[in-house]
């Protein structure tokens, strides 16, 4: 395996071997890791058990691929395992939490693996979705069986929502009292919400968040504030992140205690700059125009040697992937006479197809392409990708460095390339990165650069997805849902200075996406070039691939025939423009700040005295964050660095 990248910054431990930590590490876990093929540890491995194994709270910030699943992992079993005697049936030591389910279930394979080394935790661990086969009915209170404490042991639960209903949670809970919890927030609430279900303080041992920034976000607001009231303050904390940013760490002032910061980044190939991404990673940007974008993907997968073996293209909604994985592939190469499997994945999937399709693209053995959204930016560990190509940057500027991560990881080479568009994009963007700590270069190679001075290439690749688009009318209306949904999207980027909407070409825009025409948008009410794009389409006859909805079309289409008011016209308020509107959500947004308020109080009313307390602490981390940032925001104007 290629070297690890080395540490810098307040990491001052370099890899070491496995065996040279104080106090030493069991055994059973010298063997896990020697036969898992790790002979030393990472950096951040290094620079992190020793200290969250003693009473310290940790706030850990290392490159992507670092190896901080097991610098979080060792020590929580290790804590669960030197207890002087075993918990108690039904009270959780541990819980590890996660943003999605993707990287819940990842941790707990990873686990799964470790425990594998340790006999009598080998022995607890069941399917996550086992039914303990003396309770199966769904609607009975669950039995509470005998449990044997007598060995100290990991028994773990994975929960999550979508594949097992709560009620299956607390009925495996109840018959295998696990004693560390791998989760996301919302399930591990609806758990802990069960009066069978403890966490004292003389058996909780300690709480990871991993991805702490991600759950620190207030999309996770409500569920966390909740679950930091039902555990005890006497803890110890891990906060793990490839981007802690310096607001974060304000939180060890606030909701951790004895914490340590460590940071390890790398240094750039002339030992110079710190990094903020592994060194085996090569991030670059290239420029095209949007209806050179996806000519240039299939020439880079095309040419690149050696072929990459994993991608990963990254789009920026749930709409977007719908609709591309249907066309990419009449454009994408062959390599070896094989195509490229493509594989959609985004979070509005139901969770059956969202995990089928993901283990579908780790356990591909041809050469796989996932397509997706922010769903898959963070934590995921697919070894072999190799290649990660942004279509779009993301709105938020902080996801970047996460979705380039998914490359490069563990010492492994890797590519990312982020298309940008000629003009502000292609002329700010790189810059603002830079600023960033993720600074990116040109990728100037000939497999990459798509000549095209007549515009004959784009023209070529947008009519050969036409033909796609049109062989079912589903399709169409995919793209027409998708383009003002990406549209959206772009409007709100962090970097509005950047990513400007009157800017854009939309004749390319048009071509790029392949669409038999424009959307009615409001956004194209002034514009006075060619909506429907030069295609000409019949769109009387153009037809759904599914006869039932065909039929329905046909059916709608005779009665519009006679009676021609019954054309759809959208409402006023959908024919503003985003811009025009935005008077009206400052509005909407004060008032419904104002019944936020009143719930808040209200809430507060109703919850218990364990409860209250974890708002508070809750709330004293997010105005620390909130403090921080607008320092941060204050120095980087005053040095000319805003968005
Ligand atoms: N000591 C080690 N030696 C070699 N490889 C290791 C070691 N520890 C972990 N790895 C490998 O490194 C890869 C990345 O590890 P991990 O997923 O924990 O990274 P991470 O730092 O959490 O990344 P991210 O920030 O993207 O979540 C995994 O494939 C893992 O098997």
């Known amino acids: ?114 425990l594998a080394f340790h006999s009598p935790s080998a022995a607890a661990i069941k399917p996550p979705n086992d039914e303990p086969n003396d309770c199966q009915d769904g609607d009975q209170e669950p039995p509470i069986v005998e449990f044997s404490t007598s060995t100290l042991k990991v028994v773990p639960q994975l929960l999550l929502g979508g594949t097992t209903t709560t009620a299956q949670d607390l009925r495996y809970f109840l018959h295998y009292s696990p004693n560390l919890l791998v989760s996301t927030p919302g399930r591990l609430l609806e758990l802990l919400s069960s009066p069978h279900v403890h966490c004292p303080q003389f058996s909780f041992e300690v709480l990871v968040l991993d991805e702490a920034d991600r759950l620190l976000d207030l999309g996770f607001k409500e569920d966390l504030q909740k679950i930091l009231g039902r555990l005890p303050k006497q803890r110890r904390t891990g906060l793990f992140s490839a981007s802690v940013s310096e607001a974060v760490h304000q939180l060890i002032r606030v909701g951790l205690r004895n914490s340590k910061k460590i940071t390890v980044k790398v240094k750039d190939a002339g030992g110079g700059e710190d990094r903020r991404t592994p060194s085996s990673l090569q991030m670059s940007y290239l420029v095209t125009p949007c209806s050179h974008k996806f000519p240039t993907v299939s020439k880079l997968l095309a040419n690149l040697d050696p072929l990459p073996t994993k991608s990963i293209i990254f789009l920026s909604t749930c709409a977007a992937v719908d609709y591309f994985q249907h066309v990419l592939p009449s454009i994408f190469p062959q390599r070896d006479g094989q195509p490229f499997t493509l594989i959609p994945l985004h979070g509005k999937q139901v969770s059956k197809a969202r995990d089928k399709n993901f283990a579908r693209f780790a356990n591909s053995t041809n050469p796989a392409i996932l397509l997706t959204t922010d769903v898959a930016a963070r934590g995921l560990d697919i070894p072999q990708v190799d290649l990660v190509m942004q279509i779009d940057p993301p709105s938020d500027a902080k996801v970047f460095l996460h979705r380039c991560g998914r490359a490069g990881r563990a010492g492994r080479k890797g590519l990312s390339v982020v298309f940008l568009q000629p003009g502000r994009e292609a002329e700010e963007y790189p810059g603002f990165l830079e600023r960033r700590g993720t600074p990116v270069s040109k990728l100037i190679s000939e497999n990459t650069a798509v000549e095209d001075p007549d515009g004959s290439v784009a023209a070529v690749a947008a009519s050969t997805m036409r033909k796609v688009v049109l062989t079912d009318r589903a399709i169409h209306d995919k793209a027409q849902r998708a383009f003002p949904s990406w549209l959206k999207a772009y409007s709100k980027h962090q970097a509005s200075h950047i990513f400007r909407i009157n800017e854009l070409d939309w004749e390319d825009l048009g071509k790029g996406w392949a669409l038999l025409k424009l959307p009615k948008m409001p956004e194209l009410k002034r514009w006075e070039g060619d909506k429907s794009l030069g295609v000409g389409v019949d769109f009387l006859s153009y037809a759904y691939k599914d006869k039932q909805r065909e039929l329905l079309r046909q059916q709608a289409v005779r009665e519009r025939e006679g009676n021609p008011r019954l054309e759809p016209v959208a409402s006023k308020e959908k024919r503003k423009a985003w811009s025009a509107k935005l008077d009206q959500h400052a509005e909407r947004e004060r008032r419904r700040e104002k019944k936020r308020t009143r719930r808040e109080r209200d809430r507060w009313e109703h919850m218990t005295p364990a409860e209250r307390e974890g708002q508070k602490e809750l709330e004293d981390m997010i105005e620390q964050v909130k403090q921080q940032k607008a320092e941060e925001d204050r120095f980087e104007e005053f040095h000319g660095f805003g968005d």
């Open 1 to 114: 395996m290629a070297p690890i990248p080395r540490p810098a910054v307040d990491s001052v431990v370099p890899s070491r071997a496995w065996d040279a930590l104080t106090p030493p590490l069991a055994q059973w876990i010298l063997d896990a890791v020697s036969d898992l093929g790790y002979k030393r540890m990472t950096p951040v491995q290094a620079s992190t058990i020793p200290e969250f194994m003693q009473n310290r709270d940790v706030v850990v910030e290392a490159v992507t691929g670092s190896g901080k699943t097991l610098a979080y992992l060792i020590p929580v079993v290790e804590r669960l395992l030197r207890l002087e005697e075993p918990l108690k049936k039904h009270h959780v030591g541990a819980i590890i939490l996660s943003p999605t389910r993707e990287l819940a279930a990842q941790i707990y394979s990873v686990l799964q693996k470790l």
